[in-house]
């Protein structure tokens, strides 16, 4: 059927491929087959390694293409999903419960994985809540250390009150705009990908006050 998000994305990645001449991949999820996070960091931090514990223990576990990709592959991350019951896809979250491993190598090894990596995303449903959506993808990918061009996100919603996928579908098709909304989101990132790689983002020291999983040096550690 007729998705969305996937048409979307895919003018997104061709501008990319014909009119920026950057090499892209595209993987769906959908199309995978991986387990679901197993919770090693809920027993201990040190647990949670990387690469993750399940794909180095299950040859058959396919999310290590995502992993591959993410880290050593792509200067752009640009996620694309639709609007279920007013969150992102079941896919993206179970995908991201995985991606934990990247986030604790801070924790635990003070390592940071997702270096001049760029985040973009595109929403698209015929349910409400862009905005809660949009929080959700950027505080994570934020967490992990990735920057945004402006206007990180595109997004379409036809509302609470339409519920009218038909039309929510034609719309979408025949919308030029939105269009070139997905490709100037890929020129943006690609643009601050270029910032980033070429040198121009001065690195600095990761001072973990205030960041996920540290301590205060005013709090009682007995």
Known sequence: RYSTSDAM???????ARSTLQLETQCIKLRELTFRSCEGFYSKSAQACTWPCSI???DPTDQLDRVYEAIVHWADVILISTPIRWGNASSLYYKMVERLNCIQNQETIANTHLLKNKVAAFIIMGGQ???QG????LMTFFAEVGCQFPQFPFIAHSRGWSAEDMERNVSEVQNSQALREGA????????DMANLMVG???PEHVLARGGRKAHQLDSESTG
Do not use: F, I, P
Request: proline residues 0%.
């Open 55 to 57: 794909t180095q223990m």
């Open 128 to 130: 409400d809540n862009v």
């Open 133 to 136: 959506v949009a929080g959700q």
């Open 183 to 190: 490709q100037q989101l890929v020129t943006r990132a690609a």
């Open 199 to 201: 040198g121009q983002v």
């Open 9 to 15: 994305l895919e003018v997104a990645l061709e501008h």
